[in-house]
């Protein structure tokens, strides 16, 4: 089941960057304007992130399994009909539609881990979810490129879009083993939103997507245009960082379980890892851009390294929290805001970048933004440990 999981994650962050990679292409046959262009890659986060409160809704309330299903068809399905798409117009709708369907995925995912993983066992649980995270653009560099530059994008969204339908077979399979607990209370956003660590991980969700979705952009034309990188280069350098920010997720998610079966606490290794981890990535981004060609890039994997510390670890606190009855909702809320970040950070660093003519002051800045999240994990966000939601109003919404 776990397999399923991070096979449907790494379908999640192909399809979803998958327009980006075909881009160069698809404007020039389109005769898309560049702000035409700006506005598809940035319309899948207009639905992905508004409907993050239904999609923590749905889990909650109906059965976890039959929601993600759904939401999985929704999202193939977009992706395949993109492929027969030939104007502005019908793309938008498309990449509107695939995020409804991918809203659901981890909601889902915290819903069922919530209820059928052991504590001591979420590490490792979230940190294989979180290496499809990072593998799916590492393969959207190397293998999409190369496929969309042989067979072409049309083609190839048609192909990935059906072919990802496969997977809905072996999960219908084997979908009863991942229903979670149904909530015996039927707790709404406003219980949620009266804990205070809910805002804290939602304010460190965000700083950690902030630093994300910041590399995700802004990477390859950092590497191209002010390292002077080639593009087969660029293509290395930034797909050996998702791999390494996939590998270190798995050691750190191990890892944190193993000092937990020792006995450790999870508030001690959880927040530990995160703070490490955010700190770490955030000093090494600014040291990067600091640092000559020769040594940036060593500065930049271990960034990623450090950042794979922290994404193994920010899930397991939410669904320790939260518990089975609670995981949807709150992770809906805190997927909400976290994934605001994906359109504020774009924007700002190239309001930055055009006012200084460089990159300097927005590494800088990213690295504020993930040093702020290490103060948010380890300050706002409180004992890791599970909320007591006897006093819930029944009913409430």
Known sequence: MLG?????????????????????????ELGLSPSQLGILLSSFFWTYSSFQLVAGWAVDRFDVSVVMAAGFFIWSAATAATGWMHGFAALLLMRLVLGVGE??????????????????????????????????????IFAGGILIGKVG???????????????????????????????K?????????????????????????????????WLPYYLVRERHFSMGEMARIGGLAYILTATTALISGWAADKFMA?????????????????AGAGVFLVLCVAANPRYSIGMLMAA??????????????TQTMAGPHAAGRWVGVQNLSG????????????????????????????????????????????????????DAVIGSY
């Open 4 to 28: 399923l999981l991070w096979f449907s994650a790494f379908i999640n962050y192909v399809d979803r960057g998958n327009l980006s990679i075909a881009a160069p292409l698809l404007k020039d």
């Open 103 to 140: 809203s659901v995925a981890y909601p889902s995912y915290s819903k069922i881990l919530a209820g059928h993983c052991p504590e001591e066992r979420k590490g490792v649980a979230n940190a294989v979810l979180a290496s499809g995270l990072s593998l799916g653009p590492a393969f959207g």
């Open 153 to 183: 994008w049309r083609e190839y969204f048609i192909v990935l879009g059906f072919s990802s339908m496969l997977w809905l077979l072996p999960w219908w399979r084997f979908k009863l083993k991942a229903r979670a607990e149904k909530s």
């Open 185 to 217: 209370a039927k707790l709404g956003y406003r219980e949620i939103l009266k804990q205070r660590s809910a805002w804290g991980t939602c304010a460190g969700l965000f700083c950690g997507n902030f630093m994300m979705y910041f590399l995700l952009t």
């Open 262 to 278: 020792a006995g450790k606490s999870a508030t001690v290794v959880r927040k530990g890892f995160l703070v490490s981890g955010m």
């Open 304 to 317: 990623s390294a450090f950042l794979g510390m922290a994404t193994a670890n920010w899930w397991p606190v």
């Open 339 to 390: 994934n605001f970040s994906g359109v504020v950070a774009p924007a700002v660093t190239g309001f930055v970048v055009e006012r200084t003519g460089e990159f300097y002051w927005a590494f800088v800045m990213v690295g504020v933004v993930a040093l702020l999240g290490s103060l948010v994990w380890m300050f706002w966000v409180g004992p890791v440990e599970p909320v007591q939601w006897e």
